[in-house]
Structures are given as structure tokens and as C-alpha cells.
């Protein structure tokens, strides 16, 4: 089965694992902007990060026939400097014209600190003002169902944002339905110990369903598995679910929430075709 995985750094992963995906039906992913491992001390780094998503990892994806997207940001994680932060967001603009840019992402909440609500609050203007698509990462473990409360209200609080244009990641049984019921798209992270295994992102599926939801693996320099979403194929398979429940969930959702992106061009598969014209009235080719 084809899938997509819409949530995965490859900049961490060595080349053999966009070949396993590929072997495995991968057929696109997304990288949003993180963490580096190690805060960044100037705006120069980060500008060089943008090129390496923008230029480098495309071309490593085309080896493998998979399309690469990306998401700007600078992370939760570095919002605490927040002079360094503002230079970030500034200097964005320059890369959201590039091929395969899907929007303003991963931000969010880290440990739900001043600095860091008031860096999500001026990347969240900057993709109004842009029109852009917002990839949100919620924060881990014990933080994070006081977080994605954070997150919502603030979203909320601004009537410029459409929920149908937000992707709530990294939710798990006690957030998914706050995300949901706020009109939000979110997803699930399959990740082997601060987030979902792909037999609790199965019980999530079948508590809430499969709309406006998916699945990634989030793959970084932790350890984390980038088949992660073969895998919840696979559960979701055993326990009996129909085929096209489960292409819903890793493919067409995916697919769904990026043709909502200004810059959408859909790549010139017969699968994606008949499925939907391509959006913005453009013709299709291959990003």
C-alpha cells in the first residue's frame, strides 16, 4: 500500500532509509523545521538549514521517486531566545516561495513558557499575513495536555486562523478529541517512547475514527523508526480494518490537508488524478 508520512526529519536519517521507504510505498513525505540536537546561535544557521530543506533533501527524495515537502520555522525548543527567534521569523519570507514549502511548522509548545507562547503567537501572524498552512507541534508527556490547551485557545483567540488549515500533531488519547472538536486536523506520532506505539495510534483510530486524522513517525536523531507508518499499516491490517479506512488515514488525509497549500502542484500519478482535480486551478506536474 501507498503511504505518505507527513511528519519526518530527514535530515537525520542516512540515505538507506529513504530506500527503505520507498521499498515499503512510501510515496511523499514532509519535513517540518526542529530542533538541531543543539541550539543555534545565529540567524546565518538557520538560513542555512531553509537551503538544506528546500535544495538538499528534495533532490535525496527524488532518488528514491519519493516528493519531499517542507515547513519553516524556528522551534519551540530555541523560542526561549527570542531575539534570535524574531530574526528567524523575519527571514522566513524568503524561502516560502520555493517549491514544495507547505506552510509555517513544526511550532508549538515546549514547556509552555511566556517566550515560547509569544514566538507561536508572531509565527502565527506571520502565516496569516502569508496565507499559510500551520504544522503544530504539542509538547511532551506530562506537558502536554495543559499545552495543547495553550495552543488552542491562543489559535482561537485569533479569528484570522481557519482550524480546517491547522494540523495538530503529536496527539494521543487525552488530546485527540480537544483538537478534533475545535475543527482542527491532527496526527498522530508513532514514536517508541514519548509518543504512540502503532498499537495505541490503532486504538485511537478506533475510538475516534479517521477523519480529519493521520499518522507519522516523526523520525529525528532520537531513536525513532522511519517504517513507523508501515508498521500502524500493518496493526490496523490485523485487527481487520477495511483497506480504504486505512489508505484514509496514510494517504488521502495527508494528501488532503496539502492541496489546501497556495502552492500545491500535484504530482502526475493516475492514483492522485482521479481522486481530485489539482487545486488552485493549476496543471499537474511533478514538484
Not at 535530515?11 to 538507506?16: G, L, M
Not at 519551540?76 to 523575519?90: G, T, Y
Not at 522566513?92 to 513544526?106: A, D, K, Q, S, T
Amino acid at each position: 500500500m501507498d503511504y505518505i508520512d507527513p511528519h519526518i526529519h530527514m535530515i537525520s536519517r542516512v540515505t538507506d532509509d529513504y530506500h527503505r521507504m520507498a521499498q515499503c510505498g512510501c510515496a511523499a513525505i514532509s519535513e517540518p523545521a526542529f530542533w538541531a540536537g543543539f541550539d543555534r546561535g545565529s540567524v546565518e544557521g538557520f538560513r542555512d538549514y531553509f537551503r538544506h530543506l528546500t535544495e538538499v533533501e528534495p533532490k535525496r527524495a527524488a532518488q528514491f521517486n519519493i516528493k519531499h515537502y517542507s515547513w519553516l520555522c524556528i522551534n519551540a525548543k530555541e523560542a526561549e531566545n527570542v531575539s534570535l527567534s524574531r530574526e528567524v521569523i523575519a527571514m522566513i519570507p524568503e524561502f516560502l516561495n520555493r517549491p514544495g514549502v507547505l506552510g509555517i511548522g513544526e511550532i508549538g509548545l515546549n514547556k509552555n513558557t511566556k517566550n515560547e507562547a509569544t514566538i507561536f503567537q508572531e509565527h502565527v501572524d506571520l502565516a496569516m499575513k502569508t496565507d499559510e498552512l500551520i504544522l503544530i507541534h504539542t509538547p511532551h508527556l506530562e506537558d502536554k495536555y495543559m499545552g495543547t490547551r495553550m495552543i488552542i485557545d491562543m489559535l482561537k483567540g485569533d479569528s484570522r486562523v481557519k482550524p480546517e488549515r491547522v494540523l495538530i500533531d503529536h496527539v494521543e488519547e487525552h488530546t485527540v478529541r480537544h483538537a478534533l472538536d475545535n475543527g482542527f486536523w491532527c496526527a498522530m506520532t508513532l514514536y517508541p517512547t514519548t509518543k504512540c506505539t502503532p498499537a495505541r495510534a490503532a486504538d485511537i483510530i478506533e475510538m475516534v475514527g479517521t477523519e480529519r486524522i493521520m499518522a507519522n513517525s516523526a523520525g529525528d536523531w532520537g531513536k525513532s523508526d522511519p517504517l513507523a507508518v508501515p508498521e500502524l499499516i500493518q496493526e490496523m491490517k490485523r485487527r481487520g480494518h477495511p483497506e480504504a479506512s486505512i489508505k484514509k488515514l496514510v494517504y488521502d488525509n495527508p494528501l488532503a490537508f496539502w492541496r489546501q497549500s497556495q502552492r500545491w502542484q500535484e504530482w502526475p500519478t493516475e492514483s492522485v488524478k482521479a481522486e481530485a482535480p489539482v487545486a488552485k486551478g493549476k496543471k499537474a506536474v511533478a514538484v
